[in-house]
């Protein structure tokens, strides 16, 4: 227990000093977002020549990428349509 209760005060610690703000929070949520779909995006063109041959797999992959793209549009569209939340006003 007391490992734990040591474990949460560290954590606790080295965070009550750093500032806070909620655009910081979304903005950084927003760009892991849109890494995370860049990094799908590679890995899912990466894997296409496995599956030569394949045509309803290939299909499967294009589907995939077309949303990922999607996603991606979202994402971007969140940006742009509330700069009031992720403005840099602190």
């Given at each position: 227990?007391?490992?734990?209760?040591?474990?949460?005060?560290?954590?606790?610690?080295?965070?009550?000093?750093?500032?806070?703000?909620?655009?910081?929070?979304?903005?950084?949520?927003?760009?892991?977002?849109?890494?995370?779909?860049?990094?799908?995006?590679?890995?899912?063109?990466?894997?296409?020549?496995?599956?030569?041959?394949?045509?309803?797999?290939?299909?499967?992959?294009m589907?995939?990428?077309?949303?990922?793209?999607?996603?991606?549009?979202?994402?971007e569209?969140?940006?742009?349509?509330?700069?009031?939340?992720?403005?840099?006003?602190?």
């Open positions: 227990m007391t490992n734990v209760s040591w474990g949460a005060n560290l954590y606790i610690g080295i965070y009550m000093n750093k500032p806070f703000s909620n655009n910081y929070v979304i903005k950084e949520t927003l760009k892991h977002m849109q890494s995370s779909v860049a990094i799908s995006t590679q890995k899912t063109i990466a894997r296409l020549p496995e599956f030569q041959g394949q045509p309803e797999k290939v299909q499967e992959v589907t995939t990428l077309a949303n990922l793209g999607k996603l991606n549009s979202m994402i569209s969140i940006r742009e349509n509330n700069e009031d939340i992720l403005g840099d006003k602190e």
